[in-house]
């Protein structure tokens, strides 16, 4: 299976500042037919189930705000929060979908400092 | 917006079926898009668990050897999860979600999800 590292495990960021959380698949989800990363993130907050952010590593689900942006190819990806607010708060998953099984990296979770 | 219900028993016994529902609202389950159960162990990660399309095509993933059955029941417009020889370590929030498909069948991102069940395995 595909293994997704995520870093750090977690994070501490003052409110208003920047908030970066990367992930790591052990093999590339870049797809050479199309030049699309097949990589999702999800934000989970306490109690609730885990919410679409970003899909194809970069184009932000409707509804999410532009805080919030994705980056990267290959191996490596970014998730961005570039202003934190207090209703951030909650664990962000990467999941590719390009490999089967589908795989999740282990979570990050971003509190306020 | 597609909203999603799981349903089930809250313990089950070891060796048992775990079987979990998931009752889809405001979108049919055999119109198209993939129909997917994701599991949470209490304080870890997320595991996809199986999909099937709306054609009724199936997908698994084999880390659970065989004792996973998805199904849909587009009379009411649902889909269901069987989990067969349950042992401790299958207690989780089973999460069911709606999952993106290909063109060509591919499965992708999931843009909508259930709020979850805890299920816990014990005697």
């Known amino acids: 299976d595909v293994v997704m590292t995520q870093s750090p495990d977690s994070l501490s960021v003052s409110l208003g500042e920047r908030a970066t959380i990367n992930c790591k698949s052990s093999?590339?989800?870049?797809?050479?037919?199309?030049?699309?990363?097949?990589l999702a993130w999800y934000q989970q907050k306490p109690g609730q189930s885990p919410k679409l952010l970003i899909y194809?590593?970069?184009t932000r689900e409707s509804g999410v705000p532009d805080r919030f942006s994705g980056s990267g190819s290959g191996t490596n990806f970014t998730l961005t929060i570039s202003t934190l607010q207090a209703e951030d708060v909650a664990v962000y998953y990467c999941?590719?979908?390009?490999?089967?099984?589908?795989?999740f990296g282990q979570g990050t979770k971003v509190e306020i400092k | 917006q597609v909203q999603l219900q799981e349903s089930g028993p809250g313990l089950v016994k070891p060796s048992e079926t775990l079987s979990l529902t998931c009752a889809v609202s405001?979108?049919?389950?055999?119109?198209?898009?993939?129909w997917a159960w994701i599991r949470q162990p209490p304080g870890k990660g997320l595991e996809w668990i199986a999909t099937?399309?709306?054609?009724?095509?199936?997908y698994y993933n084999s880390s659970l050897k065989n004792r996973v059955t998805i199904s849909l029941d587009t009379s009411k417009n649902q889909f269901s999860l069987n989990v067969n020889s349950v042992i401790a370590a299958d207690t989780a929030v089973y999460f069911c979600?709606?999952?993106?498909?290909?063109?060509?069948?591919?499965?992708?991102?999931?843009?909508?999800w259930g709020q979850g069940t805890l299920v816990t395995v014990s005697s």
């Open positions: 979600a709606r999952q993106v498909r290909g063109v060509t069948g591919s499965l992708f991102y999931f843009d909508n």
């Open positions: 405001d979108y049919s389950i055999s119109s198209d898009y993939s």
């Open positions: 099937i399309f709306h054609t009724g095509n199936t």
């Open positions: 093999q590339s989800v870049l797809y050479s037919g199309n030049n699309m990363n097949y």
């Open positions: 194809w590593a970069s």
């Open positions: 999941q590719q979908y390009f490999h089967s099984p589908q795989t």
